[in-house]
């Protein structure tokens, strides 16, 4: 049965984590609000799976539809929270809305399962160093001032996860920093669905070479890199899925030192913007028509992470590389220009 709670879970990460529980005999649930993602995710995904899975629209930030769903759930064994408004940008002009949404919907969750036991998985992210002083960065690093409300969230839910850990022996919490996820599922039936123009590389990318958007700017080539673009540490979104199967086994597995830990889940390899670029073309044999611009502001120059801890306690590492990062996220693209799955 293993019954896991998915916030989230028609989202990026969230499906492709919802298709890994399947795949790894767990029984997945999805509370989601539509607020970003398609409904027609759960048909694909059930397309990939062979089974549909059980799906709630419930707004996290109202308290008694939390309270109410999971004292109606008591076989719920785990949780993997990924709802949350993620956008960089919209977060500097909408800072209440991403307190409001980010932190309320966790707080809600926490007191609703303050009273039995749980395994926890948080999506957090390497947004919360910052520029690391030292790379690759590992989970030891200095914790910086957020560059953004939506940063500043990140930092403030995992300082919230680490005090409630704490103080409620009940909550076994891990957070996941993730770096950079790209890429999609190998069937092509779900990936990155894009609301809007999007903020991201790799999906600027892909409507690049579809023809959706007519250039992508190279947001500075003067930073002190090789090739003078910024760096990142891609990993492919199956991989960082797969990822949080290992987080649930290893808090199953292990009562962990203040019932709280935190794992760098990333690659440990930086590709710089133009060297993404360069990529995809030699991936797909598809010409980009790319310009340099000027830096966007509030982005870091280079991270990568030291994925160590991941490999050693929760027996995980990344599998796949840039290239597969790029053929799928093009399959993706690809698909919903010929398939149209959500009458976007
Ligand atoms: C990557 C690199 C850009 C678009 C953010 C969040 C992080 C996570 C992922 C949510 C940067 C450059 C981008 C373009 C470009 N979000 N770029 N032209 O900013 O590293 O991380 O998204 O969980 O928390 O901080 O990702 O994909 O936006 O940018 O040159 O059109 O690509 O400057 O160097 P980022 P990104």
């Not at 930092?155 to 919230?160: D, V, W």
């Not at 250039?215 to 797969?242: E, F, P, Q």
């Not at 306690?313 to 959500?342: C, H």
Request: proline fraction near 4%.
């Amino acid at each position: 049965m293993k019954k896991i709670l998915v916030t989230g879970g028609t989202g990026y990460i969230g499906s492709h984590t919802v298709v890994e529980l399947f795949e790894a005999g767990y029984t997945p649930i999805i509370i989601d609000n539509l607020s970003n993602s398609s409904i027609g995710v759960l048909d694909q995904i059930k397309k990939i799976t062979g089974i549909k899975p059980e799906f709630h629209n419930l707004d996290l930030c109202d308290e008694k539809q939390v309270k109410d769903f999971i004292n109606k759930n008591p076989d719920i064994e785990g949780v993997i929270h990924f709802a949350a408004s993620k956008a960089v940008g919209e977060s500097v002009e909408k800072p209440l809305k991403y307190y409001h949404n980010n932190l309320f919907s966790l707080i809600n969750l926490l007191n609703a399962f303050s009273d039995r036991k749980v395994n926890f998985v948080f999506s957090s992210s390497c947004t919360v160093y910052g520029q690391p002083d030292e790379l690759p960065v590992t989970e030891a690093a200095e914790v910086k001032k957020a560059e953004s409300p939506y940063g500043n969230t990140k930092q403030i839910a995992e300082e919230i996860l680490k005090e409630t850990a704490t103080s409620n022996p009940n909550f076994n919490i891990l957070s996941l920093r993730y770096f950079n996820p790209v890429g999609a599922h190998k069937s092509a039936l779900i990936g990155e669905l894009p609301l809007g123009v999007p903020q991201n590389l790799v999906p600027f990318i892909t409507q690049t070479a579809i023809g959706k958007r007519e250039k992508i700017t190279v947001y500075g080539d003067d930073y002190n890199t090789a090739d003078g673009s910024a760096i990142r540490d891609y990993i492919h979104v199956v991989d960082l899925a797969k990822a949080h199967v290992a987080a649930l086994k290893y808090l199953n597995e292990n009562t962990i030192t203040d019932h709280y830990d935190v794992f760098n889940i990333g690659t440990g390899n930086g590709y710089s913007v133009l060297e993404v670029i360069r990529a995809f073309e030699n991936t797909t044999n598809v010409k980009l028509n790319y310009e340099i611009g000027e830096r966007r502001s509030g982005d870091i120059e280079q991270v990568w992470g030291d994925i160590t801890k991941s490999k050693q306690k929760l027996g995980w590492t990344a599998k796949l590389g840039i290239e597969e990062m790029m053929r799928s996220a093009w399959a993706w693209e690809v698909y919903l220009r010929d398939e149209n799955p959500f009458e976007l």
